[in-house]
């Protein structure tokens, strides 16, 4: 049986590193059709080339950096990489069959993978921000920001990361398969949390948030969000300038830390009729109830992993399809495993998922065109598209199986035709 998951693990990793690869490949070919007419004045020729320039560069980038990891994590499984970590951590932190010491070793297990995982990939993250995103004119990330960035990453993964795993591994020692419960009540409390305090207590870790300064542009939000009946307090401008000139807005948080965040390059770029226009939609995903609707389709998700793992969590044929003897306790060597052999059913979740956010974009787009402007929005997606270099023709299978937000063309399309 053993023997039999590993071939699996392998056809998953396989199966997924090609199917990347063909749609790269459609993507790539379809990239450079003709701009259907509603587009052909976003770019002007010299623009255009410079965007086909970047998505290609980024393709090729991205080719490397998958091929990379499918290798490393292959060779890994091949030559009982993981089991050796594993074994490296028993022998060298002492070998014990008390509960305590198998949930240490899943947190060193892990976090040695992760660490590794990390520095390894260090080069090629250095190489897209300093070499691609500077290249076409994006980049602002000095060596110093990376640096902390870095840092401050590797201590969030440890604090938060590390006590997440740890209550996971502490529940499976204790409750045994009927784990997933408590485990679910545990996760759903902690994405709920993070949801609700993300701009609160993780962004002011990596950015700057400060108050939007009085003048017609908070006028004219608060005037708007008065007039659809958005309770707002205040709205925030973050320092998104510090590491790229590619500008965004966002919603976060729920109920009373329920904010609103515009970058600073946002405001750089757009009018104050645009800027409304997009905080019109993104109120509508408020008003129609997406992110709530969101938080509770990750939940379920969530709560069927946990159940199928549960159902799993005590099968020899787990560990031993790494070469690592089945015992008692080692359940983080089970979690990895089925991590890998789960990733399919979450793909195709991530597929739904995707198709929900993209009904929910074009839903927050009529809410905007309805109660503010449509035109407005329309040129504001227009100027976000150009400044951010986006691709204006991908192709319709990467847009299924990758794409949270419709295609420009599609919005725009379907807020002319709602108009």
Do not use: C
Request: aromatic fraction near 16%; charge should be neutral; hydrophobic fraction near 45%.
């Amino acid at each position: 049986m053993a023997s039999t998951i590993f071939g699996l693990i392998i056809g998953v990793l396989v199966f997924d590193y090609i199917l990347e690869r063909v749609l790269d490949i459609l993507n790539a070919q379809h990239r450079s059709q003709k701009l259907p007419a509603e587009l052909q004045d976003i770019y002007n020729s010299e623009e255009y080339e410079k965007q086909q320039q970047y998505e290609q560069t980024k393709t090729n980038f991205g080719l490397i950096t998958a091929t990379f990891s499918f290798i490393l994590i292959l060779g890994m499984l091949v030559f009982n990489g993981f089991a050796f970590v594993d074994t490296f951590i028993y022998n060298t932190f002492g070998g014990t069959e008390h509960a305590i010491h198998h949930i240490w070793a899943g947190l060193l297990f892990f976090g040695i993978l992760a660490f590794a995982s990390d520095i390894l990939g260090i080069p090629f993250e250095a190489y897209s921000t300093f070499v691609i995103e500077e290249k076409f004119g994006f980049n602002k990330t000095t060596t110093k920001t990376f640096i902390i960035d870095k840092i401050k990453s590797w201590l969030l993964m440890i604090l938060l990361g590390g006590s997440i795993l740890a209550a996971l591994l502490w529940l499976i020692t204790y409750f045994g398969e009927h784990f997933w419960i408590y485990a679910w009540i545990f996760i759903s409390v902690i994405m709920i949390g993070i949801t609700m305090f993300y701009s609160t207590l993780i962004v002011p870790l990596f950015n700057k948030q400060t108050p939007l300064e009085e003048g017609e542009l908070k006028q004219a939000i608060f005037e708007f969000s008065n007039k659809v009946g958005f309770k707002l307090d205040n709205i925030f401008v973050i320092d998104g300038s510090k590491r790229s000139t590619k500008a965004n807005a966002y919603f976060s948080g729920l109920g009373t830390k329920k904010r609103i965040v515009l970058y600073d390059t946002l405001i750089q770029e757009m009018s104050t009729e645009e800027i409304v226009a997009v905080l019109a939609h993104e109120i509508g995903h408020y008003k129609k109830k997406h992110t709530r609707t969101m938080i509770a389709a990750s939940l379920l998700q969530m709560g069927l992993l946990l159940f199928i793992f549960g159902l799993l969590v005590n099968s020899s044929w787990l560990t031993e399809a790494l070469g690592i003897p089945f015992e008692q306790g080692k359940y983080h060597i089970a979690l990895f495993v089925f991590s890998i052999l789960y990733s399919p059913l979450s793909f195709i979740i991530s597929i739904a998922m995707n198709l929900a956010s993209r009904k929910h974009e074009f839903e927050a787009d009529a809410y905007a065109a309805t109660h503010y402007n449509g035109t407005f929005l329309e040129q504001a997606l227009r100027k976000l598209s150009k400044r951010n270099l986006s691709n204006l023709t991908p192709h319709p299978l990467y847009v299924f199986f990758y794409y949270s937000h419709p295609p420009l063309l599609e919005r725009i399309r379907a807020m002319r035709t709602n108009s």
